[in-house]
């Protein structure tokens, strides 16, 4: 079990993240408040990528930022559920591989 909510896994971290974003997004209508919710996940996940490198967590930020950019398009063809959980798993994978580099 982590010690502290900072010892989470961030393939834990991440997804929720996204996840949240889009509820806050969805409830309030303010995508900058979405993007928050985003933020806080990602403020706790690239420290914990930049023990391994910083290259490392600038691509899996940038990739969680333009997998979240990419669940947009998706939406309209699919739905915002189905785009939304799509794209949270996605992020999870890479969250995950910046946790098994990081370890």
């Known amino acids: 079990m982590p010690a502290s909510p900072a010892d989470l896994p961030t393939a834990a971290v991440v997804p929720a993240a ?14 900058p408040l ?10 706790q996940a690239v420290p914990r990528w930049s023990r391994h490198s910083p290259v490392l967590a600038a691509a899996l930020a940038l990739g969680t930022v333009a997998l979240v950019g990419a669940s947009h398009p998706l939406a309209r063809r699919t739905g ?6 799509t ?14 580099l990081s370890a």
């Open 18 to 31: 996204v996840l949240t974003g889009y509820v806050v997004g969805r409830r309030t209508g303010a995508r």
């Open 34 to 43: 979405a993007g928050v919710a985003l933020a806080a996940g990602l403020v």
């Open 80 to 85: 915002p559920w189905p785009a939304v959980l």
């Open 87 to 100: 794209t949270t798993a996605a992020a999870a994978g890479l969250a995950a591989v910046g946790d098994r």
